[in-house]
């Protein structure tokens, strides 16, 4: 069936992108809304699993699903406020690169991978190239999710 290996094809996507960027959480999340949605979670600590719901407002993709482009941040405990939300308390993430996903035209969701060890250096060019190719080809692979 066609709609499982897209979602197989997506957890292979978040391993690969936790390795790459050094990270323990990649998520796929659906955005309808104010409703952030995991759709795939690859995680080395099972805090997050797929089918949960959270506000919008208390994610960090709320950034980069607004704005429309990838947003990076390491030492997010000394980023600016808008970064933070009511999940740090529980999950300290200390570094975050998220992308939008988009969907003819319009943002559907967001692709992102954090990691609650510190970063010492930032993203460069090519870990946000990665994520743009990441998000391109899960953007097609989404064609078929609800």
């Not at 997010?76 to 992308?99: D, Q, T, V």
């Not at 990691?115 to 994520?131: C, H, K, N, T, V």
């Amino acid at each position: 069936m066609r709609v499982n290996h897209n979602r197989d094809r997506v957890d292979d996507l978040l391993v690969i992108g936790n390795r790459e960027f050094g990270t323990t959480l990649g998520v796929l999340a659906r955005i309808d809304g104010d409703v952030y949605e995991l759709s795939a979670v690859q995680s080395n600590s099972g805090a997050y699993v797929a089918g949960e719901k959270y506000a919008l407002g208390d994610s960090y993709c709320r950034r980069v699903f607004e704005s429309r482009e990838i947003v990076s941040q390491t030492a997010l405990p000394k980023a600016p406020l808008e970064l933070h939300h009511p999940l740090y308390r529980s999950l300290p993430l200390e570094c975050f690169i998220g992308a939008p996903i988009m969907r003819s035209g319009k943002p559907w969701g967001c692709l992102d991978f954090s990691s609650m060890a510190q970063r010492d250096i930032p993203f460069g060019a090519q870990e946000i190239d990665l994520i743009e190719s990441l998000a391109n080809e899960i953007s097609q692979l989404t064609s078929e999710f609800p």
